[in-house]
């Protein structure tokens, strides 16, 4: 059987159980691989697995999981822990029952594995049979043997878990078996001329133990015998500097022998009879947990041009490539000040993975406000999409990718889809994988100091669901500028990651800086003038360039003091001093570029300047002779700036007076030259918001918001928020009323749809009803107001909101457009449920949804009252009494939905909250797993938490783990409807409640209901109070308070639900009472 991966599971294709610990743990059941839990719960797994057939008490899987760490519920986590794990490896198995495979076992548990199939025990069974061929002088047998029983090994056994002190010995002694077989197996079939069999697990042996010189060893003398004797000499070489330079530490008579036997080998001499002594096994090696490694590639690093220093960041970063070989995803960010060599270092280590078969994808974030967005996901996708068959590209440019990768200028407004983030993330993800199955993937992303926000959180997401095979790597700046708030988030959820590194680049070494003066003018400098240049520099590699150009020009190389001198003070002196030697036109060009990025169009820019092409490229020329630029490698490759350092510092440089009429040079260029390029739309916006009032005002509001609308259709609904909003504040000083109104509509839009209606700006809202009413738009400036409305009701400020319900009531008892009295019965009807009068507000909707009975359409005010009314009127004929009208409603409005995720999110928030109303836990349980199955991730924050709350309230009713559900539904109304506070705030408290009350424990019961009244005096929200009262004679009565005051608060609640004409509570209570007579 085989995994989405293409790994195989292990056991063949009879087995019903499968599980892996040999690696990442994985459970396989029929053949599909199962979700084993979180990773607590994984862990206490491995331990079991790791002790199959043998007891391990609970105060050892305590010791083991938490160490000194010890919550004082331990004991009842790792119960928890088994039940659960219990159920994922046989579903059907009822709530308290043992099953099959983890039993009691005096005060602990064992795990049988006599009828799954374990990679652990089919290796070990695989390693006896070899042994027991070795001892019958099978040597063909064996090796067969071995190697079967080598490939059940896929990492370091429980790769990926974090472990306890206390644990490590464990999982180092299983590993230590695959240490053991691999020097066994080598002995077999090296002799035999089958060294190749055992390469790979030989590598992954010896990278999991990086210290075991005997293992090394082997692998070396394993290599050479399969005719692979440079990288045999590279192991030695990395194996030497990693003990030299950690340990410190010369190699072992092992590891020397193993290196001389390389040495001597001869194209005429036999590897099966040359390398036959190999080391034998130690009595003892500690196997090394850290894992850090290199292999030193000496020939590559000795080519011209290539990276000087950093020899202890290569090896790391070329570890993490060799790791994703092996299957292992790695998360890298390399951080460090402007110059040092971020992006050097990086191409380096592509390079390398690009020769050893890895395919690569490289995306630069750009400086600045011009910068389109997602652009540096837009590099990576479609690099990506290259490597992919040309029907499956079709298919994908189908999805949110084509959406990304579409360089349409045309650009309509559109409805923003809530969804459509969550899908570009899972498809990049998906795509990156699709890659990774045919060969390893590496993608970087440079510069994440530059960023947007969707950029960043794009990352982080590919980075906890990176796929096998793939290597992500960001580099980014520690100052210049500092790290922001969004790539703050960002370092802050890596470094939760198992997998995650982080390098700090540091200044180079005095002998490295003397390496990279004699390379760049060809004199070595002594020691001395080397240490002073580095010194000086801070081992800055730009820097330490720049001051060789310098020395290059004054021929010193002897004279600290005249090396001191030398050394500009800032990038901006370098610059100001070469741009000195430019003439006028030479300057202004190079400004011109400057403001236009980093990479050089030739064609743009010699538009922006009004000079001919082959005079551009003239100047070009000189400009690279002053070493400010580079130039393409042919005559198709772009000029670009010789670092981002220069280019900002001839920015700064260039008078602010200068400035504002350069970029409207460059916004004309933009417009001349390719109106229809969404990337360039995107410049041209920001040109012409920097030209300031030398661009015409409509001008500058329409291109900002073409440009919003772009990085929309993108899913960067921050960059598109940031240019609708400049956008309106330029049409608003311009007087443009028709234009701010459009910036306004799609602002609000968006942020409606990530941040629901409580994150909408109310100053934008009211803004854009007064435009829409003075340009006399009746239906958009009821619209606005319904949102202004709606933000109050569901953010629960009722006596606003019912003052807003009260003037759209009343604009519709004037208008003669249907919808726009429709609206004014919505917003009534919304406000009298909040208000508790269930009667009214059901009436209310009633006439709302008799207005609205039309075929739907695109309209805003429309299509909203349509999504909306339905569900409030199907919740409020549920309250009202009708159960059956309400779920036929219900069934009606899913129907409709269907395949919709926003709209099946809606439908479900308020069928659930119906259903647990209802008491009715089926009902809650298939519609919010109906709702999940659309929006998996819960992409609908708002909506979404109430149908979270609802399938654990329902899984709790119906029996299962009251306990640990009441503590996730109090952590997600903690989370998402307390601050700011949310509406239906105190039917959750009273539905926590009655979870509580299934769980026996009426004090915190009592404390939910607390919590709830507290909220409803506050607020004013009220349809629930009936629920809470009941919930609190309930609670009263498990108490064992006295029975006239449990019949009395009963009886309250019957009554205050029968005067609001919330029938569905009245009668419930009505039932309650009717239990207590018996």
């Excluded at 652990?120 to 099978?138: I, P, Y």
């Excluded at 009595?283 to 590559?300: I, K, N, P, Y």
């Excluded at 390399?334 to 490289?362: C, I, N, Y």
């Excluded at 922001?484 to 990651?497: F, G, P």
């Amino acid at each position: 059987m085989t995994t989405a991966e293409g790994q195989s599971a292990p056991g063949d294709g009879n087995t019903q159980l499968a599980l892996q610990i040999l690696g990442a743990t994985r459970v396989w059941r029929d053949g599909v691989e199962v979700d084993p839990g979180p990773r607590q719960q994984v862990y206490l797994l491995t331990l079991l697995l790791a002790r199959a057939g043998g007891p391990v008490s609970t105060s050892q899987l305590i010791d083991l999981i938490w160490g000194d760490d010890m919550p004082r519920s331990a004991m009842n986590i790792v119960q928890k822990y088994v039940g659960a794990l219990r159920r994922v490896l046989e579903p059907a198995l009822s709530a308290r029952a043992a099953g099959s495979y983890i039993h009691r076992h005096s005060s602990g548990y064992r795990f049988d594995p006599g009828n799954v199939s374990l990679d652990l025990a089919e290796f070990r069974e695989l390693v006896r049979r070899a042994r027991a061929a070795v001892a019958g002088q099978w040597a063909e047998d064996a090796v067969a043997a071995y190697e079967q029983a080598l490939g059940k090994w896929h990492g370091p056994a429980g790769d990926g878990l974090t472990s306890e002190a206390n644990a490590v010995p464990l999982f180092a002694s299983v590993n230590r078996e695959l240490f053991d077989a691999c020097l066994e197996a080598a002995r077999v079939a090296v002799p035999l001329g089958q060294a190749k069999r055992i390469l790979q697990p030989l590598r992954l042996a010896a990278w999991i133990a990086p210290y075991d010189e005997t293992l090394q060893a082997t692998l070396m003398i394993a290599l050479a015998a399969a005719g692979q004797q440079s990288e045999a000499l590279s192991v030695f070489d990395t194996v030497r500097t990693r003990l030299a330079d950690e340990l410190g530490v010369d190699p072992g008579q092992t590891l020397r022998e193993a290196h001389q036997q390389v040495l001597v080998r001869t194209e005429t001499t036999s590897p099966s009879r040359s390398l036959e002594r190999l080391p034998a096994p130690p009595v003892s090696v500690e196997a090394d947990l850290d894992r850090t490694g290199d292999r030193d590639r000496s020939s590559r690093a000795r080519q011209p041009g290539r990276l000087i220093g950093r020899r202890a960041e290569l090896a790391l970063l070329r570890h993490a490539v060799d790791s994703a070989t092996f299957g292992r995803p790695q998360v890298v960010l390399v951080e460090g000040p402007p110059g040092v060599g971020k992006s050097r270092l990086l191409h380096e280590v592509v390079e390398d993975a690009r020769d050893q078969g890895a395919f690569t994808a490289w995306g630069r974030c750009h400086d600045g406000d011009g910068a389109p967005a997602m652009w540096p996901w837009i590099q990576i996708v479609r690099t990506l999409m290259s490597a992919v068959p040309q029907d499956q590209a079709e298919r994908w440019m189908t999805t949110q990718l084509g959406a990304l990768l579409n360089q349409s200028g045309d650009v309509p407004p559109t409805r923003p889809d809530p969804r459509a983030q969550s899908r570009l993330y899972e498809q990049v993800i998906s795509l990156a994988g699709t890659v990774a199955a045919k060969q390893s993937v590496v993608v970087v992303v440079d510069d994440l100091h530059w960023a947007d926000q969707t950029s960043l959180q794009l990352f982080e997401h590919l980075a906890r669901s990176l796929p096998a095979r793939c290597v992500l790597a960001g580099a980014l700046r520690d100052h210049a500028p500092a790290p922001h708030e969004e790539l703050q988030h960002l370092l802050a959820a890596l470094a939760r990651h198992d997998g995650h590194r982080r390098l700090v680049l540091g200044p180079l070494e005095p002998t490295d800086v003397a390496e990279l003066v004699r390379r760049e003018i060809g004199q070595t400098p002594t020691p001395g003038i080397a240490r002073s240049i580095q010194a000086r520099t801070e081992g800055n590699p730009f820097f330490v360039v720049e001051l060789a150009r310098f020395m290059a020009d004054s021929g010193d190389l002897t004279n600290a003091d005249a090396v001191q001198a030398a050394v500009p003070a800032t990038v901006r002196d370098i610059v100001r001093d070469r741009t000195s030697q430019l003439d006028d036109e030479e300057r202004r060009l190079i400004a011109i570029a400057a403001l236009m990025g980093r990479d050089i169009d030739v064609r743009l820019l010699s538009r922006a300047a009004g000079i001919d092409p082959s005079l551009c490229l003239k100047y070009l020329e000189t400009l690279q002779t002053h070493g400010l630029l580079h130039a393409p490698p042919d005559a198709t490759g772009e000029w670009r700036f010789a670092h981002d350092l220069v280019r900002e510092s001839v920015v700064r440089s260039t008078p602010i007076s200068e400035t504002s009429r350069l970029h409207l040079q460059a916004a004309d260029a933009l417009e001349s030259v390719a109106v229809h390029n969404e990337t360039r739309a995107e410049a041209l916006a920001h040109h012409l918001l920097a030209a300031g009032p030398l661009a015409d005002a409509a001008r500058t509001a329409e291109a900002l918001v073409a440009a919003g609308r772009i990085a929309a259709r993108r899913s960067a609904y921050d960059v598109a928020e940031k240019d609708l909003d400049i956008a309106a504040g330029v049409a608003r000083s311009a007087g443009l009323a028709g234009i701010e109104l459009t910036a306004l509509t799609e602002l609000t839009a968006i942020i409606g749809i990530h941040a629901g209606f409580v994150g909408t700006t109310m100053d934008h809202l009211d803004r854009a009803e007064s435009i829409a009413r003075a340009l006399g738009r009746e239906r958009e400036a009821t619209g606005f107001l319904f949102s202004r409305f709606l933000a109050h009701a569901q953010g629960l400020r009722v006596r606003t909101a019912g003052r807003l319900a009260r003037r759209l009531l009343d604009d519709g008892q004037r208008s003669a457009d249907p919808v726009v009295q429709a609206s004014g019965h919505h917003a009534w009807g919304v406000y009298q449920w909040s208000s508790g009068n269930v009667g009214a507000a059901y009436r209310s909707l009633s006439r709302t949804a008799a207005l609205i009975r039309a075929e739907r359409d695109a309209e805003p005010l429309r299509f909203r009252l349509q999504m909306l009314t339905p569900v409030m009127l199907a919740l409020n004929t549920a309250l009202h009494g009708d159960l059956a009208t309400a779920r036929e409603e219900f069934g009606n409005i899913e129907a409709d939905a269907v395949n919709d995720p926003y709209a099946i999110s809606i439908w479900g928030s308020f069928s659930v909250t119906a259903a647990a109303a209802a008491g009715d836990h089926d009902w809650a349980l298939r519609a919010a797993e109906t709702a999940i199955a659309l929006d998996p991730d819960f992409a609908f924050a708002f909506s979404g938490s109430y149908i979270r709350l609802a399938r654990l309230w329902a899984l709790a009713m119906s029996g299962a783990d009251p306990a640990a559900s009441g503590t996730e539904v109090d952590h997600i109304i903690e989370t998402f409807l307390v601050d700011p506070p949310r509406s239906n705030l105190a039917t959750w408290y009273a539905l926590l409640a009655e979870i509580q009350l299934a769980d026996g424990n009426a004090a915190a019961a009592a404390a939910a209901l607390d919590k709830a009244e507290t909220f409803i005096s506050a607020y004013g929200e009220r349809y629930a109070e009936g629920l809470v009262l009941l919930m609190r004679a309930r609670t009263l009565h498990s108490q064992g308070r006295p029975m006239e005051t449990v019949r009395a608060t009963a009886q309250e609640a019957r009554a205050l639900s029968t005067t609001r004409e919330a029938h569905l509570f009245a009668r419930r209570a009505e039932t309650f009472l009717a239990e207590l007579s018996r």
